[in-house]
């Protein structure tokens, strides 16, 4: 079953079980991938489904850092809610370890010696590692390795 068939089983099944934050975050996702489909008509893999889910992932994360700024507990509950529902659908993220190796690898692949290459570095780095790594951590170890 494809990522995007068992977020719409789900959303079914949230129903039924009248969870309205697991429903309502589903179907924001949902919506998201639709709206991709028809501006670019095209049908998702399941790794694009995976970057929407990690873009949906990082903006939860930036509005829980917000509304904790602002004081606003019974918010941060909600994202927080949200962002571990979201993390059950995506795959286990990388140790440190894990990717730092792979991205020595892609280091001494493409030939990077300076900051100047980081371009190449993060390019084939986002290509192997996808989702089971964010952007930021991954800049922060290119940045270390190059440097």
Do not use: H
């Amino acid at each position: 079953m494809s990522l995007k068939e068992r977020i719409k089983n789900d959303i079914k099944e949230a129903m039924r079980a009248k969870e309205t934050a697991k429903r309502d975050t589903l179907r924001n996702i949902q919506a998201a991938i639709k709206q991709i489909e028809v501006d670019e008509r095209r049908e998702l893999s399941d790794a694009d489904v995976e970057a929407i889910m990690m873009k949906y992932l990082k903006q939860r994360e930036d509005a829980k850092t917000q509304f904790a700024d602002a004081g606003r507990e019974d918010l941060v509950a909600k994202e927080e809610a949200e962002i571990s529902l979201v993390k059950s659908y995506l795959p286990e993220p990388m140790s440190n370890e894990e990717l730092e190796a792979i991205l020595k690898e892609i280091v001494a692949a493409t030939g990077a010696a300076s900051m100047k290459d980081m371009g190449k570095v993060m390019g084939a780095a986002k290509a192997k590692v996808g989702s089971r790594a964010d952007g930021g951590r991954i800049n922060q170890i290119v940045k270390k390795l190059l440097s």
